[in-house]
């Protein structure tokens, strides 16, 4: 971000990954900058609401990370529930501890969040033998009828009948700190709780403290509330939480197809072709 705050505004166009593209970011690149491109999904990083009212379009690259993400969040169900992060650490210590773990067969997944990534961890927990309950902003009826997902009014709901739970939401000012203590109750006890969606979406602490007393089984995350992690960690000695730093979408294919989505949304928008997927329409 520095570098981009003394370049003096000398770009049209702005090619982003995960630097936090702030309004002074955007009104340094004005007048001359016409588009920011990002390089995936999540916009939490880039000031999105400034970048419409300066007129700057913010393009992205939906849909090439939905099997990737799916795939990693059934990755951290399976290392919670057979307690992956335990037996590891044991392991490499030269011990031969053992925990007795859990079945996903016949478990109810609940889904926070049903757009791409949350549809295709449905698709995947058929084959689990797993029952799928979801509360979320983009319901299809035809999709829940084919893949036997019941529709749940609320998330506090989902919440009190899931045993696992997987996030899959935005990071809103509504759904910031949604996990929090007063949710966690509302749980079961023994619980899995799965986020490949933003850290920020929980309250570390209280996450942390449930999985310390039991409350839940455990919890795997693709995503921390600030990145990289800043050691010492809160989740960091607790064996039953397993933490990815934010690899979720990070696969030879994702990673093809992320960066020739992103590359070629800002090209063809410099170059004046309509192929092109904008975030902020005006």
Request: charged share 25%.
């Amino acid at each position: 971000m520095l570098d981009l705050l003394r370049s003096n505004g000398g770009f049209d166009g702005l090619l982003n990954g995960d630097d936090q593209i702030t309004a002074k970011v955007i009104d340094t690149g004005l007048p001359r900058l016409r588009v920011i491109a990002k390089y995936g999904i999540g916009l939490d990083s880039i000031d999105v609401k400034h970048a419409t009212a300066k007129r700057v379009p913010v393009l992205f690259t939906p849909g090439v990370n939905e099997t990737t993400v799916a795939e990693h969040a059934f990755g951290l169900m399976i290392g919670v529930a057979k307690h992956f992060g335990f037996h590891l650490r044991a392991t490499r210590a030269g011990l031969w501890k053992r925990q007795t773990g859990c079945e996903l067969f016949g478990k109810t997944l609940g889904i926070l969040g049903l757009g791409r990534i949350g549809k295709e961890v449905v698709k995947r927990a058929g084959a689990f033998g797993m029952t799928c309950i979801g509360h979320g902003n983009h319901w299809d009826d035809d999709f829940a009828k084919q893949h036997n997902l019941e529709r749940v009014a609320t998330r506090e709901e989902v919440l009190k009948r899931a045993d696992v739970v997987s996030l899959h939401t935005n990071l809103t000012p509504e759904t910031r700190g949604f996990i929090n203590k007063d949710r966690i109750a509302l749980m079961k006890d023994g619980a899995i709780l799965i986020n490949t969606a933003r850290g920020g979406v929980i309250v570390e602490q209280d996450v942390a403290d449930a999985c310390k007393s039991g409350k839940l089984t455990g919890y795997g995350t693709d995503v921390l509330a600030i990145e990289p992690m800043k050691a010492p960690h809160i989740f960091q000695e607790i064996d039953n939480i397993i933490v990815t730093p934010h690899v979720g979408s990070r696969t030879f294919e994702s990673v093809q197809r992320q960066g020739l989505r992103a590359v070629n949304n800002l090209m063809n928008y410099l170059n004046g072709k309509l192929d092109y997927i904008q975030a902020n329409p005006f």
